[in-house]
């Protein structure tokens, strides 16, 4: 079965940075679209970062644009989200998602599995 582990996160001053981990089992890693999404406390989640099955297409929110990076490696099953320049509005669980062969990387119908999550807390 698919197992998807989130791993990184943490507290964090405001201006900070993270790098968070998620290491994929049980599929054929290559052939999924990988997303991040979050919730905040109290909201809903949402669309954070996207990298397509070839790894060749991103995709930002517009309120992460130019501060988080997503990035894949297929030969160890594991996509990664680079955080920084974090601030309090960042505060959230972070969970990452596998969609196959998807190319609405936004919309969280396209995708199949999701992790547990991450909890990401952000100071001032």
């Known amino acids: 079965q698919v197992q998807l582990v989130e791993s990184g996160g943490g507290l964090v001053q405001a201006g900070g940075s993270l790098r968070l981990s998620c290491a994929a089992s049980?599929?054929?890693?290559?052939?999924?679209?990988m997303g991040w999404f979050r919730r905040a406390p109290g909201k809903e989640r949402e669309f954070v970062a996207g990298i397509s099955w070839r790894g060749g297409i991103t995709d930002y929110a517009d309120s992460v644009q130019g501060r988080f990076t997503v990035s894949r490696d297929n030969a160890r099953n594991t996509v990664y989200l680079q955080l920084n320049n974090l601030n309090p509005e960042d505060t959230a669980i972070y969970y990452c998602a596998a969609a196959f062969r998807a190319y609405g990387m936004r919309y969280s119908s396209s995708y199949d599995s999701w992790g547990q999550g991450t909890q990401v807390t952000v100071s001032t």
């Open positions: 049980g599929l054929a890693f290559s052939d999924y679209a």
